[in-house]
């Protein structure tokens, strides 16, 4: 008898053993990303939302890649003190809209729930589901296994026979290939644990200058939804009254409104009893107050047009919705980093030498590298040389005519190191315990016109004639902007 409780307790141990490395291989393999790595991350937004206080967040957005560029909690709660969270990811269908909703239901007791109109029509007509496989996965991979995972899967696959349903809980079969694609961010669960933003994705390129305004002119004909996405907003609109929720329909600006869509969404807000704001339309849209093509609000909206967008967002969950303001540090904590990453944004488009200078001096963040091409300081003024010494820049710039001129200037430490020569130069070294190492040479016009600024093994110099800035940015350890300016004879500086 001993001998055979000794065997069944070595094949539980053994079995727990295999159990446990299964696990393991299955978590490694899933493929991983934060907003450091992607636009349209998933992996750090649905971390961070678990990792939310329970029973803080206020107010939920959910929708598609849309809505992850449009909403902000960060201006949001800036703005508003509105405890927010953006649920929202790439290609997330009404049919996922409901599932992470229901999760979130979890662990959170919002009071009002904004979701996107976008996918209740036909974006994906070869998808069972109206999206992609690679947002299936992305969905369901970030989701904690509970009953709402098992049951997001077995629909799923219901509605889609062409899906593997074992793949779902062993992931490697589907992943298996990822072992020659490891890196640290699969490895290393702190990569992937925190998102500042609280799921906004930012994206910084400009928009169109323009945008046709939506007027409605037939009330007489609707958009046929997908029956599968119509049954699930059916069922979200159920979910939130049963939890005493206010759901909200809204439909961001894009290029696609007509009045068969517009009339359908009206018809959803009679029918379910719940409001629809229609943000394409005259009556909101000049409300919203942004300046194309900076402050682009339409389809995904970039980071400026986002703060607009936010704050019509806010004003309305402040007054039609009564969502009062709470103080809490899960969202004071952040608003640093948010605002950094908007002032980080705003360097590109800075035409300016003297502002720009006035920014990296103001940023302790910030590390910028310097190398002169050919005859930088011909025409430099003095208030161009303060703005210089006000980043600890010594040199004498009248002085270095035709000279060649390389500089690395460290805010946050106060550490800098340059070089001048009548011929060509180079600085190199290494900062932050050896995680960003360069090499920086400058060759001015009695030395061969040379010039390169080597971040991290990459070349990132603008490689004009003048003065090449490249700027790191400690904080999301990237490389954030890479100009060049020059003061022509006119005393005018351009940007290359």
């Not at 091409?373 to 980043?391: G, P, S």
């Amino acid at each position: 008898m001993k001998k055979i409780l000794t065997k069944i307790t070595k094949s539980i141990v053994f079995i727990a053993l295999l159990a446990v490395v299964l696990y393991e291989v299955n978590e490694i393999l899933v493929p991983k990303n934060n907003h450091l790595t992607t636009i349209w991350s998933s992996t750090d937004r649905y971390n961070q939302f678990y990792n939310m206080e329970k029973n803080t967040v206020d107010v939920i957005f959910l929708g598609s890649s849309v809505v992850a560029n449009a909403m902000s909690p960060q201006e949001i709660y800036d703005d508003y003190g509105i405890r927010s969270y953006n649920l929202a990811s790439s290609g997330q269908s009404i049919f996922f809209n409901y599932y992470w909703l229901k999760e979130a239901l979890k662990y959170q007791s919002p009071k009002v729930v904004v979701l996107d109109s976008k996918f209740i029509f036909s974006v994906y007509p070869d998808s069972a589901v109206n999206t992609t496989e690679g947002t299936y996965r992305e969905c369901a991979n970030s989701m904690k296994w509970s009953p709402n995972k098992v049951e997001m899967i077995n629909e799923l696959c219901k509605n889609d026979p062409s899906q593997d349903k074992l793949s779902y809980y062993l992931t490697n079969l589907r992943y298996h290939t990822r072992w020659a694609e490891i890196q640290d961010i699969d490895m290393n669960a702190e990569l992937t644990s925190q998102d500042e933003l609280k799921g906004q994705s930012i994206i910084t390129n400009l928009g169109d200058a323009g945008y046709d305004v939506f007027v409605s002119s037939d009330t007489s004909i609707k958009a046929d939804p997908v029956p599968l996405m119509e049954e699930y907003l059916t069922k979200i609109v159920d979910l939130c009254k049963e939890n005493n929720i206010q759901l909200v329909l809204v439909t961001y600006p894009d290029i696609t409104m007509t009045d068969a869509v517009n009339n359908r969404m009206v018809y959803y807000s009679e029918a379910y009893g719940v409001p629809y704001y229609n943000f394409c339309s005259v009556e909101h849209y000049y409300e919203i107050g942004a300046q194309l093509p900076k402050e682009n609000v339409i389809e995904h909206e970039n980071i400026w047009g986002a703060i607009k967008m936010s704050q019509y967002m806010g004003g309305i969950l402040q007054k039609d919705f009564g969502v009062q303001p709470v103080q809490d540090e899960q969202w004071s904590s952040t608003s640093y980093y948010y605002h950094h990453m908007i002032g980080s944004a705003d360097l590109s488009y800075i035409n300016n030498i003297d502002e720009y200078l006035k920014t990296l001096a103001g940023d302790p963040q910030y590390i910028t590298f310097i190398s002169v091409k050919d005859d930088a300081v011909r025409f430099i003024t003095d208030e161009d040389i303060a703005l210089l010494n006000e980043l600890g820049l010594k040199a004498p710039f009248k002085d270095m005519f035709r000279y060649s001129y390389c500089a690395v200037i460290d805010n946050n430490e106060g550490a800098f190191e340059e070089k001048s020569a009548d011929e060509q130069i180079t600085i190199n070294g290494s900062l932050d315990e050896g995680k960003l190492i360069y090499e920086v040479t400058s060759g001015g016009t009695n030395a061969g016109i040379a010039c390169s600024i080597v971040i991290n093994g990459e070349n990132y110099e603008a490689n004009g004639v003048g003065f090449n800035f490249v700027v790191y940015d400690r904080v999301t350890q990237t490389v954030v902007d890479s100009v060049c300016f020059y003061r022509n004879e006119d005393g005018e500086y351009c940007k290359r």
